[in-house]
């Protein structure tokens, strides 16, 4: 079992930037591949990014490339979102996830922050 949770969600202008952490607990968080969702108010929930276990393979929603970069530190057990040049369209709930090496689908899911972006 891995728990997960997230933080740094807020309130920003268009423009802007921040930086989600996900902080895991549980068994061994380098065993597993992490990603970020996210859903806004009447919209299924949205692949964001992912990254591998070792931090090496990355990838992005093509919504949010070369705008959002995901990072991890194994170290602290802990993944990143930072997200610059935020758009009113970003607004929603973000969620970390994670997954088994062996699997495709995320099993542990955080509890989600929110992040509005204001125009």
């Known amino acids: 079992q891995v728990q997960l949770v997230e933080s740094g969600g807020g309130l920003v202008q268009a423009g802007g930037s921040l930086r989600l952490s996900c902080a895991a607990s549980g068994r061994v968080f380098s065993n597993y591949p992490m990603g970020w969702f996210r859903q806004a108010p009447g919209k299924g929930r949205e692949f964001i990014a992912s990254?591998?276990?070792?931090?090496?393979?990355?990838a992005y929603a093509d919504s949010v490339k070369d705008r959002f970069t995901i990072s991890r530190d194994n170290a602290k057990n802990t993944v990143y979102l930072q997200m610059n040049s935020l758009k009113p369209e970003d607004t929603a709930v973000y969620y970390c996830a994670a997954r088994e090496r062996t699997d495709y689908e995320y099993k542990y899911w955080g509890q989600g922050t929110q992040v509005t972006v204001s125009s």
């Open positions: 990254v591998s276990w070792s931090g090496e393979n990355t």
